[in-house]
C-alpha cells in the first residue's frame, strides 16, 4: 500500500515570497492533516479536513497560510507572504474517519531567509 | 492549557536491553493515544495506540502501558536495536472535545540513543 506522497522535499525561499505544498494521502482515507514541526518540537497541526471540508482551523495563521482539497483527495499548502518564522518541516498525514491512528508522509522542510 | 510532556528528553540504552519511554497527560478527557517514531529526515512513523479502555497493548518487541488515574502513558521496547534510534514521540487526543475530529496533541519527543 502506498504511503502518503508530498512534494517538494526541500524548499529555500526568501521572506515575502509565496510557496506551496501538495500533498496526496492514503488511498481511501477521508481525512487529512497538515501539521508544522519545528525542529525540536512536536508536530503542531494547522488544519485538518474531512473529505473537502474543513474539520479544524483554529491553529492556521490565516493572514498567511491557505489550504485546499478542492476534489476530497490530494490537498495543497500555501503560505504568502513568507516569514523567516515559518521554517520548518510541513508534515501530511491521513487517516480513516474516528479514532485511527494518523499515517505521516515525508515532509517537506522549508527554510526561508 | 491541556498539553502531553515528557520526562527525559534523551534516554541512552545499550542494545539488546528494554527501552522504556514515558509520557505524562494532563487532559484527564483524553481517549485515544499513539506513540511515533522519527527518525531524521523522515515523518513520523506510527508505532502502536492505546484506547483509554485499555490498560495495556502488545505489539511487535514494543508494548504500551496506559495508567489513567496518573495520567501516565510508557512505551516498552524490549531487546532494543540499534535501528530503533530516534525521536520517539507520544501523542492524545479526545474524541470528546474535537467533536469526533482527532486532532492530535504531540509532547516535545524524548530522544532514543542505543549504544553498541
Known amino acids: 500500500e502506498a504511503g502518503v506522497a508530498q512534494s517538494p522535499r526541500y524548499k529555500i525561499i526568501e521572506k515575502r515570497q509565496s510557496v506551496a505544498f501538495w500533498c496526496n494521502p492514503i488511498?481511501?482515507?477521508?481525512?487529512l492533516y497538515w501539521y508544522q514541526q519545528i525542529l525540536g518540537q512536536g508536530p503542531k497541526l494547522l488544519i485538518q479536513?474531512?473529505?473537502?471540508?474543513?474539520?479544524?482551523d483554529s491553529q492556521l495563521p490565516k493572514d498567511r497560510f491557505s489550504a485546499e482539497r478542492l476534489k476530497g483527495v490530494d490537498s495543497t499548502l500555501k503560505i504568502q507572504p513568507a516569514k523567516l518564522e515559518d521554517s520548518a518541516v510541513y508534515l501530511c498525514?491521513?487517516?480513516?474517519?474516528?479514532?485511527?491512528?494518523?499515517?505521516f508522509g515525508p515532509g517537506t522542510r522549508l527554510t526561508v531567509l | 492549557g491541556e498539553s502531553v510532556g515528557l520526562h527525559l528528553p534523551t534516554l541512552s540504552v545499550q542494545e539488546g536491553d528494554n527501552s522504556i519511554i514515558n509520557c505524562a497527560y494532563s487532559?484527564?478527557?483524553?481517549?485515544?493515544f499513539i506513540w511515533y517514531k522519527q527518525e531524521s529526515g523522515k515523518g513520523p512513523q506510527f508505532i502502536i495506540d492505546?484506547?483509554?479502555?485499555?490498560d495495556k497493548r502488545q505489539g511487535q518487541r514494543v508494548t504500551v502501558l496506559l495508567n489513567k488515574t496518573v495520567k501516565h502513558l510508557s512505551l516498552q521496547i524490549a531487546a532494543t536495536q540499534p535501528g530503533d534510534s530516534a525521536v520517539y514521540f507520544c501523542?492524545?487526543?479526545?474524541?470528546?472535545?474535537?467533536?469526533?475530529?482527532?486532532?492530535?496533541?504531540f509532547g516535545t519527543g524524548t530522544q532514543l540513543k542505543v549504544e553498541l
Open positions: 479536513f474531512q473529505n473537502n471540508g474543513v474539520v479544524d
Open positions: 492505546i484506547r483509554s479502555n485499555m
Open positions: 488511498s481511501g482515507h477521508a481525512t
Open positions: 487532559n484527564s478527557a483524553s481517549d485515544y
Open positions: 498525514a491521513s487517516s480513516l474517519v474516528g479514532l485511527r491512528p494518523q499515517f
Open positions: 501523542a492524545e487526543t479526545s474524541e470528546i472535545l474535537t467533536g469526533g475530529g482527532n486532532k492530535l496533541t
